[in-house]
Each structure stands twice: as C-alpha cells, then as structure tokens.
C-alpha cells in the first residue's frame, strides 16, 4: 500500500542524507517534496500541513545544523513525525479483571468487518491464548450469519447466533450469558453503506446493554479519505476505542492509515494484511515508519519467524549444515516454513536496506511452486543423496514435475550453492532466520 510514497520519501531523504552539510533551503525544498508526496499518497491536507510543520521546525534546529550528520538526523525526525503521526506506541486490548472481556466490532458494511471478528478472535487465540465466542448480531446484511459462523469456526472461536429474526440488541445480551465462562466475547454489530442515525442508535443501544471494554471501528483501508470521515463521524456519536485497518495489503495509497489518527484521535490497533484468517496483527507505527522510509521491519520479521520455525528442528537442520548433510527434504521444510510467514515480497521489504532495492520488482510465488514441484518429484533417496541424480533420473523429474531438464539441473546447481552459502552463515557471518528468531 505504501511502496509509491515510501519510494518518494525515500529518494528525498536520500538526496537530504547526500548533504554533507544543510542550509535552510535544503530543508524548504525537502518539506515540499514531502508535502507533495504525503498529499498523492491521499494524507489529509490539514494533516501533511501539520506534518511537514512539526519536521520542518525540529530540522532547522541547532542541533539538527550543526551536527556532524544532519541528513541522517532529519531522517531520524522524519521516522519519529512519523510514528507519532500513526499514533505513538502499539496498542493492545483491555483485559477485563473479571471475563468475558467484551469487544464491540462497528464499521460500515463492506469494511471487512465480520472477518476482522475471526481474524481478532484467532489472534486473541493464538498470541494470548484466550478461549473466544463471536455474537452475530448483523442480521440486515444477507447470509451475514451464515459467513460468520464459517470464518468464526475456522478461527476456532464459538460462534454465538439466533438466526436473523430477534432484534440485534437482544441477541448481543444472550451471546453475553451464554459466554460466561469465555474469556472474550466480540459483538458482530450491523453495518450501513452510509453513517446515518438508525445505525448509531443500534450502536448505542447494544453499548449500553452489554457494556463492552472496548470499542473498536473497522476501516477499509481501500477507500482513502473516505475512511478518515468515517472515522470523524463515529467519533462524534460512538466513543469507540481504537481503529481495525483493513485491507492494508491493497494497492490504495495509504493515506487513511497515515490520516486517522489524526483526524479522529483513536489509534489503529490492529491491520488486516491479507485475505488468509491469520494475516491480522498488532499495528505498531514505529515499525510502519521504519518500512515506509526503508529502514526494514526487523522486529515483526523476528516475531513471524519465531512462530514459523520450530526450535528442534532449527538446532538439527544447524547440524546438518555444519556438517555438510542438508537434504533437498530440509530445503524444501525450509521454504515451505518461510512461504507460510508470509509473500515473499513482503518478507524481503522487512530486511533492512532491501525494501529500497526492490522497487516495483514483482517476486513470482509461482517460481517457488515449480521449486517445490521438482523437489516433490524426486525420490527419497534423491532428495537425501542429490549425487546420484544422473541424466536419465533428471529427465524423469522433470516430466513428472512438467518442468524441463535445464530447470531440475538449474535447481541441482543452486542447491549446491546453497550449501556453500549456508555453511558461511552457520560461520558467523550473517544470521539466518532461526537465529533472527532465538535473539527476538
């Protein structure tokens, strides 16, 4: 969503950092290229004015023009402006002493708002180990239980409903008897195509009868400003807590993410990065900042990571590379565990300084598929001993992974750099993913 602004900010700062030393224009010329870059990415305008004011007035400070490395201090500045303007700190839910803890999930139909339920309950599920129930009360919207009920149970959350005829309110006070015993309890509430008053005295009145912990307004990332005085007009009627983002793996241009918190005072505290059930996750802005100006995400990389590779099998496939005894079967564990953290795309723009070397280069997952196929084509024994993978061996994997010969030596060939490669890293001189993972 923000490769267009990151690569315009990132070729400012680049031309700022090539000053050995920066007068007062500099920072002029700097301050507008950013307003005009925040202001295509579709920024609020009384934001980026907001923005590029607080950078500009900390950049033409003392410290920042008289110091040894002024561009690379304005970057600093820009990183901070940054996360302060994407709200400061993560934010996590309030945990109720006594459970269920109760969460109200609003927003307008099409935000996304019955799958950021179950993407919330199997976050809550898997990262704090709560036990979770989902009341479906959006019973306007057609088969909107029926939906809830799938994307709820493959969550692994209890999907609490009684169809669509009982009024909204009280079904979310049955839901809230019915989960006692739970430890969260997140109310689906109705959506509108338009804010309007029959949708906020629903929302107050399913407020007052569960008394939720927390609010929180889903916001599609896609629709840009749109999303911003959505926002605004909820703030004005429901007190809600926090924003979920979704879709911020769209190819919008990021300026309600950039925008909301902002214009409505509410942070984003969580983001919908996919279609999948698990791509859901805590919005950290300093990270965020970190991505858009190219400095990697080595933080959310180090968690994916942990989650992905297993500890045993890390310390045995380390063994194996010492020794010289990696397998195509290792290989290919490796790249499925990698493949199931995520686009590869999204996992290079992670990596500090390779974020800015990919520009608009399109990584094919499908490349990684014809990988996977010729390995799986191969015997045991091959995949253990690829040695005595002769000409005519080579022929039959390729036609049974509908590849050619050149692409199964092509593979044969890597591997064996590979090797090499590995064993140098397992040498100390740069870390792999599991050890990224153990110093988390």
Sequence with gaps: MFDSLSE??????????????????????AMRQIRLALLEAD????????????????????DVLTSLNPGQQVVKIVADELTGLMGG??????????????????????????????KLALHLREEHGKDVAIAACDVYRPAAVEQLVKVGTQAGATVLEQGTERDPVDIAAWALEQSAGKDVLIVDTAGRLHVDEELMEELVRIRKRVKPHNVLLVLDAMTGQEAVDVAQRFAEHVNFDGVVMSKLDGDARGGAALSVRAASGKPIMYASTGEKIGDFQRFHPDRMAQRILGMGDVLTLAEKAQKEFDEEQAAELERKIRKGQMTFDDFLGQMRQLRRMGPLQGILKMLPGVGSQLGNLDVDERELDRLQAIITSMTPEERANPSIINGSRRRRIARGSGTSVQAVNQLIKQFGQMQKMMRQLQQGKMPNLQQLASRR
């Design 89 to 118: 700190a993560g934010r996590e839910l309030a945990f109720a002493a006594r459970p269920p803890t109760v969460v109200l999930m609003a927003g307008l139909q099409g935000s996304g708002k019955t799958t950021a339920c179950a």
């Design 43 to 62: 920024v609020n305008l009384a934001v980026v004015k907001e923005f590029t004011n607080a950078v500009k007035e900390r950049a033409l400070g003392q």
């Design 8 to 29: 315009k900010l990132q070729a400012t700062l680049a031309d700022v950092r090539s000053h050995g030393k920066l007068t007062e224009d500099d920072v002029a010329k």
